[in-house]
C-alpha cells in the first residue's frame, strides 16, 4: 500500500491550506488566488533557479513551524521560502509588509525612467502594475539616473537597459529554454547590466521568449515596437501546425492585420508554452493561423477597455429611416486608403502619407537605435533628453 503522504499545514493571511513538503509560500499562496497572493517580479515558475532578486514578494513569517513558532526576524522572500508545518505567514494583514514593500518599489523605481508614455510595455507592464498597486506617489531619490543606449540583440530583439529591473529572467530563459546563453549580467551593483559579450546576436529559435518573460520594457519586439500601443489591439488564441514548438500563441491583432505573436500568459503573467522565433517573428498573416476566439483579459487590465467580446452591435439604422442606403459619407473606408495599408510591411510607424497613396512610406521613430554600445556616459537617456 502506498504511504500516506504527510502534509504540511500553513496559514497565510489567515486561510489555512496544505501543501506537499517543498512548496514555497508564494507558491502556496497562489494556490489560496486572490489578493493575499504577493506580487512577483523575478520569480518564474516555468523557469529553475529563479526569484530572490527583487525582493517584491517579502512577507512576515509571524511562527516558523508548530516545532518552533518562533516568528523570523526579518521578512523573507516568498518565492525562495519553502512552508513549515504549522507556519503562519503575514501578507496583506500586516502593514510592515506593504510598507516594506512600498520601500521595494520606490528602490525598483531608482534608476528607472519616467518613460511609461513612450514605452512599448506600456499597458501590460509588470512594474507599471506594481507601482500603481504597492508603490508610493513619489521618490526620494534626487540624482542622476543611470541610462543606456539601445542595443539590437540580433534581428527581432532590442534591449534597452534603462528599463531593466535585473530580475534575471531573460538569462535564465535564454539558458533554460533557448538552450544558449550568450548574454548574462555582467558587473555588479550600480554598473550591473544585462549584457552580450562583443555584442553577439542571441540567435537561438527560441530566444524571442525572453521578451515574454521581460516584465518591463527592457526587451521588446523589433517587429512589433511602436506599431501600436497595446490597448488598441485585440488579442485572440490561435494555432498552426508548428515543427519546432507547440504553434500555440497569442495574436495580437488591429483589424485584419497581426501586429504581434506572443506566448500565452496564464493569470500570473507567465507563458504557459514557449513558442520558437517562426511563430513569433515570421507568422504575421492570418492566413497563418488557426484562430480560436478572443482572450479572455482581466477585466482590471486597460486592454480589457477595449470591450471587445460580448459586443451587441447596434442595428442599423440609416436605412429603415432614410429609406436608402448610406451614400459616400457613411461609406468613409470605402474611399480611403485605410483598410488597404499593412502595417507589417512597413519597419516604423505609419504617417498620414501611408494612408495617402503611398503604402510603403513611414515617419521616423522617435525612440530609433542610436549607435552606442553599453552605458550612455553623456548621461542622456535617447527616448528623453531631460531624463535626468
Ligand atoms: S518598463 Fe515601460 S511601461 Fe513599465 S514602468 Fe518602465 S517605462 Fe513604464
Ligand atoms: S532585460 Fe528584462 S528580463 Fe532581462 S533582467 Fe532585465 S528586466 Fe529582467
Ligand atoms: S519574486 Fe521573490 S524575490 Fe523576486
Known sequence: MAEEKKLFKVTIDNITIEVEPGTSILQAARM???????????????????????????????????????????????????????????????????????????????????????????????????SYAHGTEGSRFEF??????????GPYIQLHMTRCILCYR???????VAGQREHGVLDRGDHAQIATYIRES????????????????ALTDRTFRFKNRVWFTKPVEAHRDCPTCKGKVRLWMRGDDVLRVTGRKDQWGEVE??????????????????????????????????????????GETFEPLMHRKPKLLMDIHAVSNVNKVDLNNIPGPATGKTFNGDPLSMGNNPTDVKEGVGRNMAGTDSTNPDTP
Open 144 to 153: 542622476r539616473k543611470r541610462t543606456f543606449e539601445r542595443i539590437d540583440l
Open 202 to 217: 542571441l540567435d537561438s529559435e527560441f530566444i524571442g521568449n525572453v521578451i515574454d518573460v521581460c516584465p518591463v520594457g
Open 170 to 176: 531573460c538569462v535564465h530563459t535564454a539558458n533554460q
Open 273 to 314: 508554452d514557449w513558442i520558437c522565433n517562426d511563430c513569433r517573428f515570421e507568422k504575421k498573416k492570418v492566413s497563418d493561423w488557426v484562430i480560436e476566439g478572443p482572450t479572455t483579459v482581466n477585466r482590471h487590465s486597460v486592454i480589457s477597455q477595449g470591450h471587445y467580446t460580448g459586443i451587441k452591435k447596434p
Open 32 to 130: 489560496i488566488g486572490g489578493d493575499i497572493v504577493p506580487p512577483t517580479m523575478c520569480y518564474y515558475s516555468k523557469l529553475k533557479n529563479t526569484g530572490g532578486y527583487c525582493r517584491t514578494c517579502m512577507v512576515k513569517v509571524a511562527a516558523g513551524s508548530t516545532a518552533d513558532p518562533r516568528p523570523m526576524p526579518k521578512l523573507v522572500a516568498s518565492c525562495r521560502t519553502n512552508v513549515m508545518d504549522g507556519m503562519i505567514v503575514e501578507n496583506i494583514t500586516n502593514p510592515a509588509v506593504l510598507e516594506a514593500r512600498k520601500g521595494v518599489v520606490e528602490f525598483l523605481l531608482i534608476n528607472h525612467p519616467l518613460d511609461c508614455p513612450v514605452c512599448d510595455q506600456a499597458g501590460e507592464c509588470d512594474l507599471q502594475d506594481l
